[in-house]
């Protein structure tokens, strides 16, 4: 009992970790599944053949393409504007400061169908078609929270006196945002845009409200969920669980090495 005592908090993170990676370990085991029926949801034999044909169902790369050229651009426009964003409502004072760093919060606290209720409405009172367009608008917006808030967050953290120190320098207001300012909240940024890509490629409810006859790849999944579960579904998950996964420990390894380098 004293050991579970010592060890409580690593016991429950440890168990929270595995409950979290239990459901991608098993998308993983059953990419590699060959059904008898059109479900996979039971282990049948071994077999690489949806590994070696990932697009072998149709329009299933053409849903992913789509969904990842939405989350890049969703990205990009969410993780310019929340920067800017950040910085004005952490650096700058002016009216309606408190209200705007309170809306912020908005599309997080909200609850996703009426986002993408409020969505729809506002697109067909404007005469917008509803498609590509309407579902990037979409996801920069309900990104732009996230990125906002963890760009904002690293730059509350920020010390004034290293811009303060470069201005003393003769640096000025640009070369100062490009060797000082930026480097430091680059962190911020970079998460805000992981979090972002993730959340856009990941959606469902308001992609499916406002996509019209565009279909992503959640949308896809849902489609074929009700006729049958290519194992094709299982290896691009895995696929993209991998990505994510490397690029993490990428950014550990050389933010490690970072470290190691400025202490040495």
Known sequence: MRWIR???????GLLTLAYMIVPNIVVMVFSFNKPNGRFNYAWQTFSLDAW????????LCGSLTLSLQIAAWATVGATV??????????????????????LIFLPMAMPEVV?????????????????????LIAHIMFCLSFV??????RVMSMDPRLEEA??????????????????????GIAAGALLAFALSFDDFIITN?????????PMFVWGSAQRGTPVQINVIGTAMFV??????????????RRKKAATS
């Open 166 to 187: 470069a201005r003393d320098l003769y640096a000025g207001p640009v070369q100062t945002f490009v060797r000082v300012t930026l480097p430091i909240a680059a962190p």
């Open 209 to 217: 409200f406002n996509a019209g006859s565009t279909v992503t790849f």
């Open 52 to 59: 070696k044909d990932p697009c072998g169902v149709a329009d």
């Open 115 to 135: 986002m993408a209720a409020s969505l729809l409405t506002l697109f067909l009172n404007m005469g917008a078609e509803l498609g590509f367009w309407t579902v």
């Open 243 to 256: 990505i994510a996964v490397l690029v993490v420990v990428a950014g550990q390894i050389v933010s490690t």
């Open 81 to 102: 504007l929340g920067t800017l964003i950040a910085f004005a409502l952490v650096r700058y004072r002016f009216r309606a400061r408190g209200a705007i760093n309170s």
């Open 148 to 153: 906002v808030t963890a760009v904002k967050a």
């Open 6 to 12: 010592r060890n409580l908090v690593v016991i429950a």
